[in-house]
């Protein structure tokens, strides 16, 4: 499966069959849940948005059998982090965001508003996805990320092994999340 969304923001990696699928920069999906709990009148602190964007990764992926982002997920005190998510908007700390993740156009060097242009049924279906999280205080995301045995707390407890970079791999994730094992 592709994504059907247009843009400049994504990367272009082979899947599990080998297929080229493209993957959107967490910056732009960051940017998509941020414009979503705005409509909705839903304030997002910086590390509910790192959660967030890191169940709906994990949920698109189980779901549509390939990775929605293509940013490495590394697993800090508090949960799941982008690294681009958390640089990108630490200078709110946990007060609610109220500005939108940047990018540098590689073809004019300029900085703009990173952003993801979805089709009618892919932009339906990633709301959806958001709107699964979006209510949950960070508090509440926190928890659900440290769930005993899952990815995160696998990944920082090291399960027994070194993990350099602390990184939560897309493998571990669709190892532990199954339909119904959360929400």
């Known amino acids: 499966m592709e994504h059907a969304a247009t843009g400049t923001d994504s990367l272009h990696q082979p899947n599990s069959k080998g297929e080229v699928t493209a993957m959107l920069d967490v910056r732009a999906i960051a940017n998509v849940i941020l414009d979503r709990a705005h409509a909705q009148g839903i304030e997002v602190t910086n590390m509910a948005l790192n959660k967030i ?14 990775p929605l982002v293509g940013a490495k997920i590394e697993a800090w005190q508090h949960g799941p982090v982008f690294r681009e998510i958390y640089h990108e908007f630490k200078r709110w700390a946990d007060a609610p965001i109220r500005s939108r993740a940047k ?21 339906g279906y990633i709301d959806g996805l958001i709107d699964r999280y979006i209510h949950f205080s960070a508090g509440q995301l ?36 199954s339909p119904g094992v959360r929400q």
Not at 103 to 123: L, M, Y
């Open 142 to 177: 926190r928890a659900i990320s440290h769930t005993k045995g899952g990815p995160w707390h696998i990944v920082w407890g090291h399960d027994g092994q070194s993990n350099p970079g602390m990184k939560i791999t897309n493998e571990l994730i669709v190892e532990h999340y």
């Open 103 to 123: 990018k540098v156009d590689p073809h004019s060097g300029n900085v703009e508003i990173a952003k993801v242009t979805f089709g009618k049924e892919e932009g």
């Open 53 to 66: 964007a890191y169940f709906v990764h994990c949920d698109y992926m189980v779901e549509k059998g390939e």
